[in-house]
T-cell receptor
């Protein structure tokens, strides 16, 4: 079963606009990661945020984490056509141990040139 | 490029057959995880190998099995293939240690079609 649920399931925006995707999860986590996947290919790691962090930036990406609400958001600013992809959140279990990450269902982002 | 390679890239098998998928980890990584991704879904965790031993398993039947070799490359074996096994199979390598989860690097996947 999926741990996370992304919202929206699909998002279509114009190039230059910002894109915001949300992720909700069910159990306590050690960290949360965001991945990008182009056309059913391998996943590319974007950013990891630990449970004791609230916000993290990487280039045009901004991730927030609210552990009290069990939710995270990914903001892509000044979107480009190349950002068109599916985006997944993935959670690492609290307590560490083996490194199973559990993926959400994904948001399909389309950036229109 | 993540340094994780999977082979083959595409594969067609008949129901009831057996299949072996291969994954070469990124240099220096000691952990490999396998995921199944059905069309339109997120990846589902199959199992993980750490230093040649299974180190966690998802909700998959025993006909899904694996191996990790001394060079940390890995195989995923699926016996008695079913039509629902058609999916993209992803492997991810990472470096496990005493700290919490770290970044995993994914291969491009093997697209398995069972007919």
């Amino acid at each position: 079963s999926q741990q996370g649920e992304e919202d929206p399931q699909a998002l279509s925006i114009q190039e230059g606009e910002n894109a915001t995707m949300n992720c909700s999860y069910k159990t306590s986590i050690n960290n949360l990661q965001w991945y990008r996947q182009n056309s059913g290919r391998g996943l590319v790691h974007l950013i990891l945020i630990r449970s004791n962090e609230r916000e993290k930036h990487s280039g045009r990406l901004r991730v927030t984490l609210d552990t009290s609400k069990k939710s995270s958001s990914l903001l892509i600013t000044a979107s480009r056509a190349a950002d068109t992809a599916s985006y997944f959140c993935a959670t690492g279990p609290q307590g560490g141990g083996y490194q199973k990450v559990t993926f959400g269902t994904g948001t399909k982002l389309q950036v229109i040139p | 490029e993540t340094g994780v390679t999977q082979s083959p890239t595409h594969l067609i098998k008949t129901r009831g057959q057996q299949v072996t998928l291969r994954c070469s980890s990124q240099s220096g990584h000691n952990t490999v995880s396998w995921y199944q991704q059905a069309l339109g879904q997120g990846p589902q965790f199959i199992f993980q190998y750490y230093r040649e031993e299974e180190n966690g398993r998802g909700n998959f039947p025993p006909r899904f099995s694996g191996l990790q070799f001394p060079n940390y490359s890995s195989e995923l074996n699926v016996n008695a293939l079913e039509l629902d096994d058609s999916a993209l199979y992803l492997c991810a390598s990472s470096l496990a240690g005493s700290r919490s989860n770290t970044e995993a690097f994914f291969g491009q996947g093997t697209r398995l079609t069972v007919v």
